[in-house]
């Protein structure tokens, strides 16, 4: 774990990261970031992330997507198969 101290900067407060932690997240010079508090403590989350996450995500369904259109359930329905499994 790092640590930093919280200094001001104009009429704001800072905190620096630390150089192994930038380099762990991919944090680059002039990024923007998403800042929160939850629960008391104080979240950061990297715009770039949340982009790169969601079009990955995008891409998965897509791709589930465009396989499941090889595939058959055969006969049986969805929720055919839904009530089977449920009856164990």
Same mark, same amino acid.
């Given at each position: &774990?790092? +640590? ?5 900067? %104009?009429?704001?407060?800072? *905190?620096?990261?630390? &150089?192994?932690? =930038?380099?762990?997240? %991919?944090?680059?010079? %002039? ?12 979240? !950061?989350?990297?715009?770039?992330? +949340?982009?790169? $996450?969601?079009?990955?995500?995008? =891409? $998965?369904?897509?791709?589930? &997507?465009?396989?499941?259109? +090889? +595939?058959?359930?055969? !006969? $049986?329905? *969805? ?10």
């Amino acid at each position: &774990m790092s +640590h930093s101290v919280v200094g001001k900067w %104009g009429k704001n407060l800072a *905190i620096r990261v630390p &150089m192994d932690v =930038a380099r762990a997240t %991919g944090l680059i010079d %002039g990024e923007k970031v998403d800042v929160e508090v939850q629960d008391g403590d104080l979240i !950061i989350r990297r715009q770039a992330a +949340h982009i790169r $996450a969601r079009d990955d995500a995008a =891409a $998965a369904a897509a791709e589930i &997507m465009a396989e499941s259109r +090889h +595939h058959s359930l055969g !006969i $049986a329905s *969805i929720r055919e198969l839904l009530e089977e499994g449920r009856r164990g």
